[in-house]
Structure formats: C-alpha cells, structure tokens
C-alpha cells in the first residue's frame, strides 16, 4: 500500500503531526517511520546486501539516462503541504566516483524538481559507507512526484548508490 498516494487532503492542506520520518535498514530488518520507497518505473530500486548490511539501492532503468532516482513518499498523517524547512540526513554507499542530490518541490522557487546541494562521491569514498545531511528551503510534499511520491534521489552519471537510512527533520515552516 502506497500511504501517501491515497490522501483526500489538497495541496493548500497542512499537516505536522511530526517533525521527522524516514526509513532505516536494523540488521536484518526494514524499519519504517513514516518514509515509503514507491516502485515506478522511472525509479527501480532493489533491497540488497552490502557488508552484511540491508539498503535500498537505485538500479539502473532502461530508459537511455543514465540519471537513477528513487521515489519516497512520506505519510500524509504525519506531514503533508508546506512550506517547511529542514535537512535530509543520508546514509549511503556508492560503487563509484560522482554525485547524486535529493529532489523535492518547493513552494520558495515554485520549481517541481528542487534540488538540494550535490552530495559528491570522492574517489576515495567509493565503497564506504557515509553519513552526510542536506538542508532544504520552502518544500511542498504533496504526493505530487512519479506514483505519488514527496521527493526522490537522484544519482548523476549511472553512480549506483545504495541507501542504508535516510531521514527527513522539520526545522522550520
């Protein structure tokens, strides 16, 4: 079931019941705190095992970009509208050098796909796993992304990154 794919709220609606969601990998389990990954085809992704740990890792699509993405949605019960103000924190894993950026819409620039800052791969990154934090300004989660999703992941340049947590904090709205 797609949670945030089915909200009868609209888009001038919104909701804080919490000022934070995500999704984490705990040994051998998923753990689900408001965040859902939405299969579509624009955004294959698969549950693998890197280093004896689970993560979501973005597959490549058969489309001929070499950009992957995976789509997230987030509860519409917890949070839902905008603006809000606050930071992506990622734990993840690439297999090589490059970059990759978290999309999202926002209601400051009125851009569908805002981006937050790149987060680059350095060479001698490749194959560890990093934790790094992104801000974001002025976001609308509103289901509005591919199969209802709040905001996506995108990798440049067929990087393959593989997730192992990821948490979105409210700051501010």
């Known amino acids: 079931m797609v949670l945030g794919a089915s ?40 549950v693998v095992t890197e280093d004896d740990q689970l993560a979501l890792r973005l597959d490549e699509k058969s489309s001929a970009s070499s950009t992957r993405y995976a789509y997230l949605a987030i509860d519409d019960s917890l949070i839902f509208g905008g603006p809000f103000n606050g930071e992506f924190v990622i734990t993840y894993k690439a297999d090589q050098a490059g970059s990759f950026r978290i999309h999202y819409d926002s209601l400051e620039t009125g851009k569908r796909h805002q ?59």
């Open 7 to 46: 909200s009868s709220l609209n888009a001038q609606e919104k909701v804080l019941n919490s000022e934070q969601v995500g999704f984490s990998f705990a040994g051998s389990e998923l753990v689900l705190d408001g965040m859902y990954n939405i299969p579509v085809s624009d955004g294959p992704t698969s």
């Open 115 to 173: 981006a937050t800052e790149y987060v680059t791969i350095e060479e001698e990154d490749v194959g560890k796993w990093l934790t790094t934090t992104r801000a974001f300004t002025g976001a609308q989660f509103v289901n509005s992304q591919n199969g209802g999703a709040d905001c996506r992941i995108a990798a440049s340049g067929g990087v393959t990154v593989c997730v192992q947590a990821l948490t979105l904090r409210i700051t501010s709205e």
